[in-house]
């Protein structure tokens, strides 16, 4: 169920996105988004479900819904879309991977190399892999052309955190190199399953990572900063601290056509958005509060918009796109 935003959403800064769509999608908080260039959102929350919407005229209808056993909470779920269709991934509280393929309700595949949690996955469509992180303390690399089939595949354990792995990327321009943050306050870069660097400097549980170069990365993480990287120097270059002065929990990237815009959510429900340089330094931007209590995740849709996970799933657009 879709509505148009009408919820009391207030905002500070120069910013120019205003909220558009408010999704009815769960009967529990929304713990993690995905998306696709067609448009597509992936929601999962700890209802147990996940779902899946489909766009239209600004109007989002729901076109897929599947239930988890005894309605496990689904905190991770990750979106990998082909010329041959689409393939969801969906992270349970046991520490499985189901797989469903596009327009199935049942999974193709369960993965079970994880025996916790599983509390982020990261598709890099590129290099067709998934990376899953738990609170295990393992990441696994899965290959995505192979979970399809009935023959058998070698993941790659990532081992070395000794806390919950809570953030997971890759290096797209660097094959085979991954990146990996924790409750145990590091972040390690990794060559195939080889600790190459642990990186040191927050002083609360990592997040979120996204690479933005084959020799920069963002951090994100509960003591409220984002923390600009360089995997060469292995230096912390720059660091961006939240107006919000809340746990961060989750950034995504616009697209690079839309000016470089980088948005973060977290508790108390805010949202913040940030003009990012070429280099990946910030500049902040906008900071909106919305009805929420805790903002779990949040999407940057192909069309511009933004989206964050919540109560509801709450959708953002540009002002002026609102009036066209």
Same mark, same amino acid.
Request: glycine content about 10%; charged content about 15%; overall charge negative.
């Given at each position: ?12 800064? /120069? ?11 769960? /009967? ?29 005229? /600004? ?73 899953? =992180? ?58 195939? *399953? ?19 170069? &084959? ?17 060469? *120097? ?44 070429? =280099? ?8 909106? &509060? ?35």
């Amino acid at each position: 169920m879709a509505s148009s935003g009408e919820m009391e959403v207030s905002g500070e800064g /120069g910013g120019s996105f205003m909220l558009s769509c408010v999704i009815a999608a769960h /009967g529990g908080d929304v713990k993690s988004l995905a998306g696709s260039s067609s448009e597509f959102i992936v929601s999962g929350s700890r209802d147990g479900s996940a779902k899946v919407f489909s766009q239209r005229l /600004g109007r989002y209808s729901e076109v897929l819904s599947v239930m988890k056993p005894s309605k496990m909470a689904v905190n991770a779920v990750a979106l990998y879309q082909s010329s041959d269709g689409w393939l969801i991934f969906v992270g349970r509280k046991d520490g499985a991977i189901a797989v469903f393929a596009s327009d199935q309700s049942d999974p193709i595949r369960l993965l079970h190399q994880h025996n916790s949690n599983v509390s982020a996955l990261h598709v890099d469509s590129v290099n067709k892999v998934i990376i899953s =992180g738990s609170w295990d303390c393992k990441a696994i690399v899965w290959p995505i052309g192979d979970l399809s089939t009935k023959e058998g595949f070698n993941a790659l354990g990532l081992m070395g955190h000794t806390m919950s792995v809570w953030a997971v990327s890759s290096v797209v321009e660097m094959p085979g190199y991954y990146l990996t943050g924790s409750a145990d306050l590091t972040i390690k870069f990794w060559k195939n *399953d080889i600790e190459m660097h642990s990186f040191t400097g927050h002083n609360d549980v990592v997040r979120n990572i996204i690479s933005i170069s &084959a020799r920069r990365f963002l951090s994100a993480a509960n003591d409220s900063t984002i923390r600009l990287w360089d995997l060469i *120097d292995k230096t912390c270059l720059e660091v961006f601290s939240s107006s919000s002065s809340e746990y961060i929990y989750s950034m995504a990237l616009l697209p690079t056509e839309l000016g470089g815009v980088l948005a973060c959510c977290g508790e108390s429900g805010f949202l913040e958005l940030w003009n990012m340089k070429k =280099g990946g330094e910030l500049q902040h931007e906008q900071i909106l &509060a919305t009805p929420a209590q805790s903002t779990w995740c949040v999407l940057a849709l192909a069309n511009g918009d933004i989206a964050t996970g919540a109560e509801y799933v709450f959708v953002f657009a540009l002002i002026f796109q609102l009036f066209l």
